[in-house]
């Protein structure tokens, strides 16, 4: 199976995915008008089957899942939240574990936290 991990931002949107086992990570989008055109690309790319939405607790947990109850109105795939806690904070640590240049940090490390929910599940 093909899996689809999204770290949901009020800007951006992580995306990472997995084919055979293997955990890739896609560019992040922006969380505009064009958002589930732009999933709805990447899940017909990269055949994806199961989506899991990074979620956390308090308020933005709540604004996440309102995300992915819209996410499943809009896409006929299953949908599993995962508990996201500190993933940014593994993700801060492969980024500078393999030296990227600070000017990429805000590019990558919301993909880099959907992979490391990925691998949570997957892993």
Do not use: W
């Not at 899940?43 to 996410?71: A, C, P």
């Not at 980024?95 to 990227?100: A, D, G, S, T």
């Amino acid at each position: 199976m093909n899996y689809l991990a999204i770290d949901f931002g009020t800007k951006r949107i992580g995306l990472a995915y997995s084919q055979d086992s293997i955990i890739s990570t896609l560019p992040a989008i922006k969380n505009d008008p064009e958002l589930i055109k732009n999933i709805k690309k990447v899940i017909n790319e990269y055949h994806i089957d199961k989506i899991y939405v990074g979620i956390s607790e308090g308020v933005f947990g709540e604004t996440t899942q309102k995300f992915v109850t819209y996410l499943g109105s809009m896409i006929r795939l299953p949908i599993d939240t995962v508990e996201e806690a500190v993933s940014t904070i593994e993700a801060d640590t492969i980024f500078k574990k393999n030296k990227k240049s600070a000017k990429s940090y805000h590019q990558l490390i919301d993909s880099i936290s959907a992979a490391v929910i990925l691998n949570r599940v997957i892993g």
